[in-house]
């Protein structure tokens, strides 16, 4: 009879790699293809930078932003989010809800989001020297609208992060990158500049 022993041998070691349990984890190859949506496996996770400006994921914006401004007919500003990748500007379509739409009027300002949609009356509008307009709310919080470029402006409201928007009609300007997740949740892409 043979005893084998339970003892380890500490001249070898081994190493092992973690590997993250999380289901929201996006591919680590995540790395933004430009291409035709046409061209691609819809069915199935992809990150792309949609240069047709036709595609299906257009169409949907367009759907939903003709809905909206029906009711927003009074507003000064509409205006949709975008986004700021390898110095270029660009729509992007999150995996989970839409792309960020903004609705300024002098008496409220709508925000239709990737997963709320948020009003708040405003109480002041007053056009500012130079590039920048400012409006405040009930609650005496800021919003201002500072132009970046002809096509491009800086959006800050409150105590949120700055956001770049641009004019609904620039929309077929912009190229827009796509993160087609097809019925799984993925990690929204966070490569962005600010």
Avoid: W
């Avoid at 949709?80 to 660009?90: A, G, P, R, S, T």
């Avoid at 500012?128 to 800086?154: P, T």
């Amino acid at each position: 009879m043979s005893f084998f022993s339970c003892k380890n041998d500490t001249s070898t070691k081994v190493e092992t790699e973690v590997t993250s349990m999380d289901p929201y984890m996006a591919p680590p190859d995540s790395i933004p293809e430009r291409t035709s949506a046409a061209a691609l496996d819809l069915k199935k996770y992809q990150l792309f930078i949609d240069t047709t400006k036709t595609s299906v994921f257009y169409q949907q914006l367009d759907s939903v932003i003709t809905s909206e401004v029906r009711k927003h007919e009074n507003s000064i500003f509409k205006l949709v989010e975008i986004k700021k990748y390898n110095d270029q500007f660009l729509l992007y379509e999150p995996c989970d809800g839409t792309i960020p739409r903004y609705y300024i009027s002098k008496g409220a300002i709508d925000i239709y989001g990737q997963n709320e949609n948020i009003h708040f009356k405003l109480k002041d509008f007053m056009l500012s020297a130079g590039n920048q307009v400012l409006f405040k709310d009930e609650r005496d919080r800021s919003l201002s609208l500072k132009e970046v470029n002809e096509k491009v402006i800086r959006l800050k409201y409150g105590d949120s992060r700055a956001v770049y928007v641009t004019k609904i009609e620039n929309i077929p300007q912009f190229e827009m990158m796509v993160n087609n997740c097809f019925g799984q949740k993925i990690k929204e892409f966070d490569k962005f500049q600010e």
